[in-house]
């Protein structure tokens, strides 16, 4: 039968892969492979400069870690169980890289191949880590120690290769000397290493160089209680462990602590390695499910706290839009009729003025001319005048009914390129000034001028011979001759002064009526002008409205469906992810069980 943490570590890997997250997969596949291997690793990790590959030493009671004030551990070194002394470096491209050669060398060089001098990085690229088989009683369960590079910044190449070992590890010793209590990089470091293996160590080394270790100790275990790590804290002296195994001194040994570290290690981690094995993969599963839960806890989180702005915002607007429309409508329709009527009003108001013009230099002129001597030359000039005042009058009129479209176009809440007609303008009226008559002019013939002059020469004969008649002249006579000549002259010149008024008068009056007639007739056109652009401009412009109005209320009633179809949409991802959640709580409960933990799972109710 399978161990009991399988089928939980393999039900969080085809999580992992179902939520993309590859990552998250590859790593647990690699934590399966090595909790398939029988072997127990425990990871030696810490600072530099803490006493870790003597500690490993002083534990197997051989020099194999490189150790020195100028040296340091470039490479892990993994440290097992051989009939016979063996050692041999790993090279390879990477440290994620599987290596792609093994190269043995004397176990008494290994030592040197995997060190640096303090302060340098390993040589990356070459050697990858190291293995060493050494016929020990510790190692011969399967334990397996592993000396890591220190790790003073967490963002370095030598931690990257620590936290990439610490996937394989069953438990962890964190190393801290007595010289100084834990820091903030080392609580932080310590932390890393309890999320990813929660089965931890600490050795508090080099008791033999401080006369205070005793109150770092109660001051670090202080720190652990704190941040709310559950670790054991052992002092220990690497230097006294070595001196006693070389002596034979067991006093020494005892002074030492490394037999209270030794039954630990047999106790908590050799003779536990599946209780070890069981919340190493719960560690690592429950971390990678809290991963997954947490977007699913946003996305709900985010379809509860808020809806589709997007769409609710183009509702509003659309609907606003409509409502825009609406009013504007009876704006428009408001703006075209007083527009028009003023219109009307204006053009009537111009051709009579223009008229009236044409009229007082009708009479300015026949104050003083013959209309008999200056018809002919008079008559084109007032058929001009009259085709121009009508030519400028419609000309007006076209103008301002553009003016009009123009304004009631921009009563409309859109822009369109067909918004403005592309004519609504009757055809020209110039055509309908009519030719006017000659009116009826009295003529003064040359035989009315001579009874003219008879009939105004005889009371002056008359009238003169009686007188002269009295100084005995006769009645007709030179004197009477002459003053009837005079007479006859006067009253010719008033009649021919009488007939030019009465011509003039004619003129005037046929005139008159002439430009009456026209100004009925071409204002009438005008005005038909007028109430055809205004029904033209009527017609047109309801029929954008309504067009406009037909495109703004499919555009609400897309923007409602879309609304209608986003709530469903988010109420479908909202069930699907609370379904997704309940499994991953399902999981971590699963996962929870496996390490003995009774929390509440995840802050949710599965």
Known sequence: MSAPWLDVLDDTIRACAA??????????????????????????????????????????????????????????????????PSAALLRGGSIADAPTERVPVPIDQVARAVSGRAGSEARAGEVLAAEVGIPRELLASGLVLIDT???????????????????????????????????????????????ACPNVTVVLTKTDLSAQWRQVLQRDRAHLARAGVSAKVLPVSSALR??????????????SGFPELLACVQRDIVAAADVLGRRSVAAAAASAVKQLVAPLKEE????????PEDTIAALHEAQRRVDELRRR??????????????????????????????LREVDRTFETADPGKVWDEFEPWLRTSLTEAATTNFAWLLERAEWVAEKVARSFPVHRDDLLPESVFPDDLLDRVAEMDAPAL?????????????????????????????????????VSLGAGALFGGRSILEEGEQRLKRRQAAAKQSVQRHVDDFFVKFSKDCRDAARHVQRSLRNHFSTIAEELQE????????????????????????????????????????????????????????
């Open 551 to 606: 495109t703004l209320l499919e555009s609400a009633r897309s923007a409602r469906r879309a609304v209608q179809d986003d709530a469903t949409e988010r109420e479908r991802r909202a069930r699907e992810a609370k379904g997704e959640l309940d499994g991953l709580v399902q999981l971590y409960q699963r996962v929870q069980a496996l390490a003995g933990v009774g929390a509440a799972p995840l802050g949710i109710t599965a």
């Open 329 to 358: 409508s009876a704006r428009w329709q408001t703006v075209l009729a007083d527009e028009m009527a003023d219109l009307v009003s204006d053009v009537e108001y111009d051709l009579r003025d223009r008229t009236r013009s044409i």
């Open 300 to 307: 709900l989180a985010s379809v509860g706290a808020r809806g």
């Open 19 to 84: 939520r993309n997250r590859p990552d998250l997969a590859a790593r647990l596949r690699e934590k399966r492979a090595s909790q398939l291997d029988p072997r127990i690793r425990v990871l030696v990790v810490g600072e530099s400069k803490q006493g870790k590959s003597q500690l490993v030493n002083a534990l197997i009671n051989a020099p194999v870690c490189a150790v020195g004030d100028d040296v340091t551990t470039a490479v892990p070194t993994f440290v097992q169980h051989a009939e016979t």
């Open 149 to 195: 590079p220190g790790t003073g910044d967490t963002r370095g190449a030598r931690a990257a290769s620590t936290y990439a070992a610490l996937l394989q590890a069953d438990a962890v010793l964190m190393v801290t000397d007595a010289t100084a209590e834990l820091s903030a990089s080392e609580l932080e470091l310590l932390h890393r290493v309890v999320a």
């Open 242 to 255: 070595l001196r006693a195994a070389k002596t034979g001194d067991r006093e020494l040994n005892a002074e």
């Open 442 to 478: 009295e003529r003064f013939t040359a035989s009315q001028k001579f009874f003219t002059g008879l009939r105004g020469s005889y009371g002056g004969v008359l009238m003169l011979g009686l007188v002269t008649s009295l100084a005995g002249m006769p009645l007709i006579n030179a």
